[in-house]
């Protein structure tokens, strides 16, 4: 319940949904925070992919990832609405601690984007962003592994929303053995959950 109302609160109040996200960032800096960043250090030293560097991003990262997001065509980015892109947007998510900004990179170019938005009451929302010429490399299952350990490691539920119209997102997480649908949402989305295989497990994506 408390999910759906924050899904309308961000999507239709932006004023409130900004009290909202000072406040979760209160909360969970007190309650959370400190055992995320271990499990996403740990997520990291877990999972890697030859050829490609795995990290959080820093600040110098930003302008980087502005240049990726931009040369994304329109239709890529029709269902990839997690916050603002233009610079001041990017920097007020950076400084947000309950927000987990990371890339991929190859060699000095970031060639994707992925990411935490993690909430107090132990569930977080997860996304990503790969550039076109990279996709089909294997850097999207290391990205899940990633993310999705993070949020079980940590005590989290793990979480996405996708548009019933996105077929590409929706044939990906037909294939995923981690993905269930646990809701549906106005404007036909869907709420999907990313779930271990087995007690314990989970490192098979």
Known sequence: MITRVLLVIKHRLPWLWAVVERLNTLVYGLLCRR?????????????????????????TDLHDLQSLIRSQ????????????????????????????????????????????????????????LIDEPYEGRGIG?????ILYHCAWWSGFKCLTTISKHNA???????RNPHARVV???????????????AAGDGTGL
């Open 183 to 197: 809701g549906s949402l106005a404007n036909d989305y869907l709420l999907v959950e990313f779930v271990p295989l």
């Open 35 to 59: 055992d995320m960043q271990l499990q996403v250090k740990r997520a990291f030293a877990n999972f890697e992919l030859r050829g490609f560097e795995f990290r959080p991003l820093s600040d």
């Open 168 to 174: 590409a997102i929706m044939r990906s997480h037909q």
């Open 73 to 128: 065509g329109e239709e890529r980015l029709r269902y990839f609405r997690p916050h603002g892109f233009d610079m001041a947007s990017l920097k007020r998510m950076h400084t947000n601690s309950a927000f987990l900004m990371f890339g991929v990179f190859c060699g000095e170019r970031l060639v994707g984007y992925f990411f935490l938005r993690c909430f107090w009451n132990r569930k977080c929302f997860v996304g990503r």
């Open 141 to 145: 299952r290391v990205m899940n592994q």
